[in-house]
C-alpha cells in the first residue's frame, strides 16, 4: 500500500516520468501547482505530504515519509482512494505539487549524470551501451531516450541492485550541471 509521490526522483528519472501527476487545465477549480526549481519543488512537496499525512493520519492511516519522497501506507484499510492516495485527503488538500516542466538545461545535466552513472555501472561489470550525444539525447528525450538502468533491465539484469551500486541522478544536482552547460 505504497504510493510513489516524488517523481522527480530515483528510478523515476530513468523512466522518464518527471512529469507524472495530474495536469491542470484551466476549468480546474484547484490546480495542481507546479514548481519552478528543484528547490522550490522540494520545499512545495514537504508541506503538501505533510498536511497529506495530517489528513491521512485522521482517516486512520499509519502514514508516514520515506526517503525518497514516498509515502507508505498512504490511506486506511476500506477508505475511498484517488490514484494511489485517500480521496478525501486529495481533496482536503489537493494534489501533490508537480516538479519543474523539463528544459534543455535540466536535460543537458540529467544527461551528464546517467554518462557519469554509465561510467560507475561498467566499473561494476554492467554492459551499457555507449550514449549518444548530448545534444540529441536533449532534443530526443522521451521514453525511449539511451537510460542506464533501463538497459540493465532490457537484458534480463537487477536494476535495483545497480541502483544501489550507482544511484539515478538527482534532480537537484541535474538542474544545478545543467545551468551551467546549457541544453546543447
Not at 528519472?13 to 501547482?33: Q, W
Request: glycine share 10%.
Amino acid at each position: 500500500m505504497k504510493a510513489v509521490l516524488a517523481c522527480a526522483t530515483g528510478m523515476a528519472l530513468f523512466l522518464g516520468l518527471c512529469g507524472c501527476g495530474s495536469s491542470a487545465s484551466t476549468e480546474d477549480v484547484n490546480p495542481t501547482p507546479q514548481a519552478t526549481s528543484y528547490e522550490q519543488y522540494d520545499a512545495m512537496f514537504a508541506d503538501w505530504a505533510s498536511r497529506y499525512i495530517e489528513c491521512a493520519r485522521k482517516y486512520g492511516a499509519d502514514a508516514r515519509l520515506l526517503n525518497g519522497g514516498s509515502i507508505d501506507q498512504p490511506y486506511a484499510p476500506g477508505r475511498p482512494v484517488k490514484d494511489g492516495l485517500d480521496a478525501a485527503c486529495v481533496e482536503e488538500v489537493g494534489e501533490s505539487p508537480l516538479p519543474p516542466p523539463l528544459t534543455d538545461s535540466f536535460l543537458a545535466g540529467l544527461y551528464e549524470l546517467y554518462v557519469v552513472e554509465a561510467k560507475c555501472l561498467r566499473e561494476h561489470g554492467y554492459t551499457i551501451s555507449e550514449p549518444p550525444s548530448r545534444k540529441d539525447w536533449v532534443e530526443n528525450y522521451g521514453g525511449n531516450s539511451w537510460f542506464p538502468l533501463v538497459e540493465i533491465l532490457n537484458n534480463g539484469g537487477d536494476a535495483e541492485k545497480a541502483d544501489g551500486l550507482c544511484p539515478q541522478p538527482d534532480p537537484r544536482e541535474a538542474e544545478e550541471l545543467g545551468a551551467t552547460l546549457g541544453g546543447d
